[in-house]
């Protein structure tokens, strides 16, 4: 049954404009990488307006906004909603930010019409999930599940050599709780734009997850000999002829298997013009939906990789550089939105992720589910992002009514 709560389709299509204004690009996407000057503003601006509908703000130490709302039984772990006021370089109105503000709008609404749950609700803003200024990504939602050590993640420096703790104090957003503390929390749920073309081409409004898939990351190195560009082919020990023979394995190979794989990075030495290269590394991102046969996928490229380097003379060494494990999302909470949709007559897929989110990481922790919107074209991580406020409501009104039948509206 859908909860009479009523949350403003429209207000959450102004406050996604509101927000895009702060970090602004030429282009129509925004730039408001994390602990800049622009990531504080937008922060400062989430706060005036949670409080306003009588949420509390409280800050950890890496710079996670939790602002609560009180319910009638304070012993209950929050039921949370969030994601990321962070963007890329070139990033889009939408990612992440819509989570924050599809929160934001419910805790607006419950205030508004003076509804009481049972169990609190809170929004969280996490810190850095983008990883662009500082990396990796996640780092907020990951000190806070115990992913990373919060030491590790207040060291990390940028590009220009500013160190995380530093940029979080000058910018007004170092907090005194433990991170740690958002274990504690009853649920979590967040709305992402899918990042994909998907639920666009299915004509879908709607995406609920159930899962994220398995990761498995390498560094990928080959090694040969430098020679003069004039010399003659026959014989040469070329790094980068091996290295594109095995991108182009790497590519059958995972298509052949049903997985995904992406070469991302790439260094030539010595990066010459005349020069053939004596040593080519590369970065390679694997992902599939089971852990068993991501495995048995590393262990092919590696046979197929060691025949490369026999044939030409030329060592591969596929190293490990990260492995995420296949993560289920909680089925009560997928059942409150499958539950959600069916009574607003939303039509819907359900689906896994391939991509990390916040969500992935609280989910090795405590109950957790997304819900996806789509996005035009698929695309994302882009100035040229996009949504119809259609999507956006549809997904705001599913996540409100599933928000409300797992906090419990209390009765008389």
Known sequence: MASNLPVSGARLWDSLMEFAAIGATAKGGCN??????????????????????????????????????????????????????????????????????????????????????????????????????????????????????????????????????????????????????????????????????????????????????????????????????????????????????????IERTALDAGARATVGRLTVHPDSRNVVPGRVWFSLDTRHDHEDQLAALAATLRAEAAAISARRGVALDIADFWISPATPFDPALVAHLRAAAAARGIPYQEMPTAIGHDAVYVARNLPAVMIFVPCHGGISHNEAESITPRWAEAGLLVLADAVLAAAGVAKG
């Not at 949670?50 to 304070?74: C, I, Y």
């Open 32 to 249: 408001r990488q994390t602990l800049t000057d622009l990531d504080s503003q937008a922060r400062h601006l989430l706060r005036r307006r949670a409080e306003a509908a009588g949420a509390t703000l409280s800050l950890d130490r890496v710079g996670n906004m939790v602002l609560t709302r009180p319910g009638r039984d304070p012993s209950r772990g929050a039921v949370a909603i969030g994601s990321h006021l962070d963007t890329q370089p070139t990033g889009g109105k939408f990612d992440g930010v819509l989570g924050v503000l599809a929160g934001l709008e419910i805790l607006r609404a419950l205030d508004e019409a003076g509804i009481e749950t049972e169990a609190p609700v809170a929004l969280v803003n996490w810190t850095n999930e983008e990883g662009a200024r500082f990396s990796p990504p996640m780092m907020g939602s990951g000190a806070a599940m115990g992913i990373f050590p919060e030491a590790e993640v207040l060291a990390k420096t940028d590009a220009g050599g500013a160190v995380f703790g530093g940029e979080l104090a000058r910018i007004g957003w170092a907090g005194h709780a433990d991170p740690a503390a958002l274990q504690s929390l009853g649920a979590y749920f967040e709305l992402h734009i899918e990042q994909g073309p998907q639920l666009e081409a299915a004509g879908l409004e709607l995406g609920i997850v159930t899962h994220a898939l398995a990761q498995h990351w390498f560094e990928v190195t080959c090694t040969g000999e430098e020679a003069h560009g004039g010399s003659r082919m026959a014989g040469r020990r070329d790094a980068m002829m091996a290295a594109a023979e095995a991108m182009a394995m």
